[in-house]
């Protein structure tokens, strides 16, 4: 699938589109949404156990909570940048059932203005 990491190890089931979301410059009073991407090759559904900010400032919607063999989900993660200013970098921590159980992505941003 175009857009998608490859995995050099064999063990990830799960792919992703991007673990990083470079957002440059973003003005303060926006909501921000970054889109990942999470497509399963592996051999067997895979479940997601949780997703976990590494803040309550970040919300998150996934459109299913597990992924079937061969299908993919999006996972957004939303930050009101109200009351925020200079460099961020969100993280979320992603459980899932696979073989490696745990998968980072993050969101860098500049809050102007």
């Known amino acids: 699938m175009k857009?998608?990491?490859?995995?050099?190890?064999?063990?990830?089931?799960?792919q992703f589109s991007t673990k990083l979301?470079?957002?440059?410059?973003?003005?303060?009073?926006?909501?921000?949404?970054g889109r990942f991407?999470?497509?399963?090759?592996?051999?067997?559904?895979?479940?997601?156990?949780?997703?976990?900010p590494d803040c309550t400032c970040t919300n998150y919607d996934i459109s299913k909570d597990y992924i079937?063999?061969?299908?993919?989900i999006i996972l957004?993660?939303?930050?009101?940048?109200?009351?925020?200013?200079?460099?961020?970098n969100l993280t979320a921590v992603i459980s899932t059932d696979s073989e490696i159980k745990f998968y980072k992505v993050q969101m860098k941003f500049t809050i102007i203005n």
């Open 3 to 14: 857009g998608i990491e490859e995995d050099s190890t064999g063990k990830e089931a799960i």
């Open 21 to 33: 979301l470079e957002l440059g410059n973003i003005d303060k009073d926006t909501l921000i949404e």
């Open 37 to 52: 991407v999470l497509k399963n090759f592996g051999k067997q559904d895979v479940k997601i156990n949780y997703v976990n």
């Open 68 to 72: 079937p063999v061969n299908d993919s």
């Open 76 to 88: 957004t993660l939303r930050f009101d940048t109200s009351g925020y200013t200079g460099d961020q």
